[in-house]
């Protein structure tokens, strides 16, 4: 299984606070944990030629990851084109954090993908919600983290497949914070956490939660429908 770990990689080079944190990127860190026997990783960033989204590269690959913040509006609409027509055909897409606002998961979902959010070091409890989902094998009943930005309802996103996890804040709001949808022949997950300021991505249960994840996003085999104008397989009786 071949999967595309992508970021924006723009904090990591201005802010020294996400650059201590991971200092290989959020890419970097990301592909460490993803990386075994079965899964080969690769990560590209938005400034490289194409934004590292080449069509070779996107043909080859069964599932990408999707990190990104204050760069949304430079991702080129012509290679958010090119990714959308590849979900649309079958690859995978698991969308983490701030990526709520990047144009290709905006122009899956065909709403604006706002929400609440606040900066303030909160805790965040994510309760699982479909204990029975692959996404949450290995997972107890909740993820507990100390520190994160805060996300809250309402998220203006279509109503999702599958419900996995809601989050509850310090702070009082809530979250649906593990959506799952199926756009053409891809299957696309949200998960919420993963602020650029907090070691996130560091969690075992938050690293477990996006390799399952990528796991259930895979490409699968099925072959394509043949759409249009459909020859009879049987003999269709005369009607007078
Ligand atoms: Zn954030």
Not at 16 to 42: M, N, R, W
Not at 72 to 82: F, K, M, N, P, Q
Not at 96 to 104: D, E, G, N, R, V
Not at 111 to 119: A, F, G, I, Q, V
């Amino acid at each position: 299984m071949k999967v595309l770990v992508w970021n924006e990689n723009r904090h990591e080079q201005t802010n020294k606070v996400v650059a201590d944190i991971y200092p290989e990127g959020i890419h970097g860190a990301i592909a460490s944990f993803l990386q075994d026997d079965e899964v080969t990783v690769k990560t590209t960033t938005l400034d490289e030629k194409e934004h590292g989204l080449k069509q070779e590269l996107l043909d080859e690959t069964d599932v990408l990851v999707w990190w990104g913040h204050q760069a949304h509006d430079e991702v080129d609409d012509v290679i958010v084109d090119r990714v959308k027509k590849r979900v649309l055909d079958g690859m995978g897409l698991v969308i983490l954090h701030s990526a709520h606002f990047s144009k290709i998961f905006k122009s899956l979902m065909g709403t604006t993908c706002d929400l609440k959010w606040r900066e303030a070091s909160e805790k965040e409890r994510l309760w699982v919600v479909d204990p029975s989902h692959p996404i949450v094998d290995g997972v107890g009943e909740y993820i507990e983290l100390e520190k994160e930005e805060m996300y809250g309802e309402h998220f203006d996103v279509p109503t999702p497949d599958e419900l996995i996890f809601i989050s509850w804040f310090e702070g009082g709001e809530v979250f649906r914070s593990g959506l799952t949808y199926r756009r053409g022949k891809g299957k696309i997950f949200y998960f919420r956490p993963g602020h650029e300021t907090y070691p996130t991505y560091y969690n075992p249960e938050v690293q477990k939660v996006i390799k399952n994840g990528v796991r259930w996003a895979k490409v699968t085999d099925n072959q394509t429908p043949t759409y249009g104008n459909a020859k009879a397989l049987e003999t269709i009786s005369e009607k007078q």
